[in-house]
């Protein structure tokens, strides 16, 4: 069974600009949760997408977007990149949506702005 | 709004000895779930254990396992004869019952393990 995968695993881009990360997610998984994990903090909740439609935000501006594909593959775009986006983004799989459903992380992208 | 709490940054055991990391959350909710994630140094976090609120049986995954205080809103992870393995970034995490399947993680714990 593949695991979740996400590339880049490392990324640097200067401020003002685009970037997109990419994760692909356990088979058989239909939903994908993104989360920035910032140097020394948790993880913190960017948005769900579960079948395609995005199930849930968290506490982050509309530059912070998302897609998910019929192969319930994801990316994660983020416009206007400022210095305090640098982090890890950690992108998570599961069965479901539900509690019950185990998030099934990848290794996540490290995002530097400089 | 929910919160989790990891009051300890950094803590350290001998192989072999026991150890307990301290999470404590606040919600109003009376029925929502409850996990343990490691994160090693590969970046991938881990689940380590889940515990539902409304069971009031301690989960327990082998050498891991919980002391869940509903009352006082405490979920501490046990961690018996500690692996060199085990070193890793513990984070404590809480889920609602409903709405958005979102977890609300702490800030970890640094456990070293050493030999």
């Known amino acids: 069974e593949t695991g979740v995968t996400q590339s880049p695993t490392h990324l640097i881009k200067t401020r003002g600009q685009q970037v997109t990360l990419r994760c692909s997610s356990q088979?058989?998984?239909?939903?994908v949760s993104w989360y920035q994990q910032a140097l020394g903090q948790g993880p913190q909740f960017i948005f769900q997408?579960?079948?395609?439609?995005?199930?849930g935000r968290g506490n982050f501006p509309p530059r912070f977007s998302g897609l998910q594909f019929p192969n319930y593959s994801s990316e994660l775009n983020v416009n206007a990149l400022e210095l305090d986006d640098s982090a890890l983004y950690l992108c998570a799989s599961s069965l479901d949506r539900g509690p019950i459903s185990p998030l099934h992380f990848g290794n996540g992208t490290r995002l530097t702005v400089t | 709004a929910q919160t989790v709490t990891q009051s300890q940054p950094e803590m350290s055991v001998q192989e072999a000895e026991t150890v307990t990391l301290s999470c404590t959350y606040d919600?109003?909710?009376?029925?929502?779930?409850l996990f343990w994630y490691k994160q090693p140094p590969s970046r991938q976090m881990i689940l380590v254990i889940r515990q539902e609120a409304y069971k009031q049986q301690n989960a327990t995954e082998n050498r891991f396992s919980v002391n869940f205080q509903k009352a006082a809103k405490s979920f501490s992870l046990k961690i018996s004869d500690s692996q060199l393995g085990d070193t890793a970034m513990y984070f404590c995490a809480f889920m609602p019952p409903s709405g958005t399947y979102k977890y609300i993680f702490g800030t970890g714990t640094r456990l070293k393990v050493l030999a």
């Open positions: 997408y579960y079948r395609e439609e995005e199930n």
């Open positions: 088979s058989g998984h239909n939903t």
């Open positions: 919600t109003s909710e009376s029925n929502y779930y």
